[in-house]
């Protein structure tokens, strides 16, 4: 017994020393080997959107979304697993929503969904004329002479020019976040909002929207209208601007209910106090089941901790999965953890998140100083045999945003994506959109990140020196 024990002994340190004494190249190829060809991510994926479903905060799908990462995480072995507690809200969809619009005494059905945080109609649904604007002056422009009492329709299309598709998207999402705050100043009745979808098609796209400070008695509903249905809408308007617009949806809002982040840990060997995060976010939109957006970030995520096991990597500082809870409609868990984590003093010395889809890797966006952004450049030609080439300055992402510091690095993967907006937050954001490689692709790319920061930690940032995002 005392052999085997020895010889197990001496076959660990040999795997060590082996592991120790291999060049980042060869690490990296050993981390892409192992997701390529016995990675997790998929079937975790699979499971979270096939037997679990869209995870709205505050869901019941939530709190079993919760309950399977954490005992999965179990199963990984890992030093430590817990759940943080955070209050988070709760917004009900309620019945399918239904609109119509009025043409010559004929009903055109058009497919529409709340917006998250929305009122509902009266039970018998909003019957008034339509206006429709492109953006906020011209809402003033019109005044609340010829807005009162009307639909506000904002068509304003994602700019289809743009390369970057975050780019289009932040260009137009004011309408659909202000658009009932800015509509109901004004009078108006209800909103509709052009999704933020850059295909044609007939999925009507959710999110999030606020009421700012608007009195209850100015708030007004809210919902998104596909882009096909906007176009036909918006055509019909010019034909005859006095046409009647229907719609119905009966929406509500509860009081905050309590929820968590999910949380794993690997403690480090050598300096266990300094703390690397990844993670994404384990609540999602509520019409699909929440594939891309972010089952892909959670699951990838997961994987990094298990790929470092599989590939026999021992962290000199402590790895964390953070899977954060209501990033959609609050970015609670993101604001807690980072809360929880500034009472602890505990040094968060890098952070990635995956928050934008299940698609091919093309490298980070990163917000860092000079001297650790030099550093990343450095790493850049150990992606290339990968074709990860994008490494730039930027954002990283929301989840891991409240964790910026002077001296620490935050990044995001940034995965191609041209076709992330045709599923983001509609109910064709399904499993069987995700593809098994390009995921796996995505969670080996943030591994081989996750072990180069390990490995080389960040530099020290100069008292002048300001992080440039």
């Known amino acids: 017994m005392k052999v085997k024990l020895l010889l197990l002994s001496f076959i660990t340190i040999l795997c ?13 190829k050993t981390i892409y080997t192992v997701s390529l060809t016995n990675g997790q991510s998929y079937n975790w994926l699979d499971y979270l959107s096939n037997e679990i479903g ?4 505050g869901s019941k799908n939530a709190e079993l979304a919760v309950q399977y990462t954490k005992a999965e995480l179990e199963k990984l072995g890992l030093d430590q697993v ?35 945080g929305s009122i509902a109609t009266t039970e018998d649904g909003i019957s008034a004329s ?16 010829k807005i009162k009492g009307k639909i506000v329709f904002y068509n304003r299309a994602m700019q289809a020019d743009l390369i970057s ?65 906007a176009d036909v809408l918006s055509k019909a308007l010019k034909q005859n601007e006095n046409l009647l617009f229907y719609f ?21 060997n050598e300096f266990p106090n300094e703390y690397i995060v990844v993670g994404g976010h384990l609540d999602s939109w509520d019409l699909g089941d929440g594939a891309h957006d972010d089952g892909a970030g959670v699951v990838q995520s997961m994987d990094v901790l298990r790929l470092l096991k599989e590939s026999g990597i021992k962290p000199k500082r402590s790895i964390r999965v953070v899977l954060f809870m209501n990033e959609e409609n609050g970015l609670r868990g993101a604001t807690e953890y980072a809360k929880v984590a500034k009472e602890k003093n505990e040094n968060h010395i890098f952070a990635l998140e995956s928050d934008s889809g299940g698609f091919t890797p093309r490298g980070f966006s990163f917000a860092a100083n000079d001297t650790n952004f030099n550093q990343v450049l450095g ?3 150990l992606f290339k045999p990968y074709l990860i080439h994008y490494f730039e300055k930027g954002g990283s992402g929301a989840d891991v945003g409240p964790l910026k510091s002077e001296t620490n690095v935050l990044a995001g993967l940034r995965p191609d994506s041209q076709r992330y907006f045709d599923h983001h937050h509609a109910s064709n954001d399904t499993f069987e959109h995700v593809n098994k ?6 969670a080996a790319t943030m591994t081989a990140l996750v072990f180069l920061f390990d490995k080389y930690g960040v530099n020290p940032v100069p008292k002048s020196t300001k992080i440039k995002n």
């Open 16 to 28: 060590n020393f082996n592991l120790n004494s291999q060049s980042d190249e060869d690490v990296l």
């Open 54 to 57: 869209g995870r709205l905060s």
């Open 82 to 116: 817990w759940l943080q507690p955070v209050m988070v809200p709760k917004w009900e969809r309620g019945e399918k929503e239904m609109a119509y619009f009025e043409v010559s005494g004929i009903a055109n059905q058009v497919n529409i969904c709340a917006l998250g």
């Open 130 to 145: 339509v206006i429709e604007v492109k953006n906020f002056e011209e809402l003033a422009a019109l005044g609340k002479n």
């Open 165 to 229: 598709t975050f780019n289009a998207y932040g260009g137009c999402v004011d309408q659909r976040y202000a658009g009932a705050l800015e509509a109901g100043k004004y009078g108006a009745v209800g909103v509709i909002v052009r999704s933020m979808n850059l295909r044609q098609d007939d999925y009507p796209h959710t999110g999030s929207m606020s009421y700012g400070e608007l009195t209850l008695e100015q708030r007004i509903p809210s919902a998104a209208i596909s882009t096909n249905d």
């Open 248 to 268: 119905k949806q009966s929406c509500k809002q509860f009081d905050d209910v309590q929820s968590y982040n999910v949380i794993g840990e690997i403690t480090g």
């Open 379 to 381: 790493w850049k030609a």
């Open 437 to 442: 490689r390009e995921l796996e692709l995505g």
